[in-house]
């Protein structure tokens, strides 16, 4: 079975404010933005979609975030 994916909702902030992202459910984490935290501070200058791969043993799975 692939990890239980927990994950930041879509969010909406203010243009270039800063939002924290995370992900949990595995024991390593991909951002698409290159990340490999579990955590991170974004900071978009306009609508964005972060997906994070998250891995546990053999098995991965996807989901994704959108701040607006």
Avoid at 2 to 27: E, M, R, Y
Avoid at 50 to 55: D, Q
């Amino acid at each position: 079975n692939g990890p239980k994916i927990s994950i930041t909702p879509d969010t909406t902030i203010c243009a270039k404010s800063k939002v924290q992202l995370w992900s949990s459910g595995g024991n390593s984490y991909h951002w698409s933005n290159n990340c490999y935290a579990a955590a991170f501070t974004a900071k978009p200058s306009y609508s964005t979609t972060y997906t994070v791969t998250v891995s546990n043993n053999f098995c991965s799975d996807v989901d994704s975030v959108v701040i607006n």
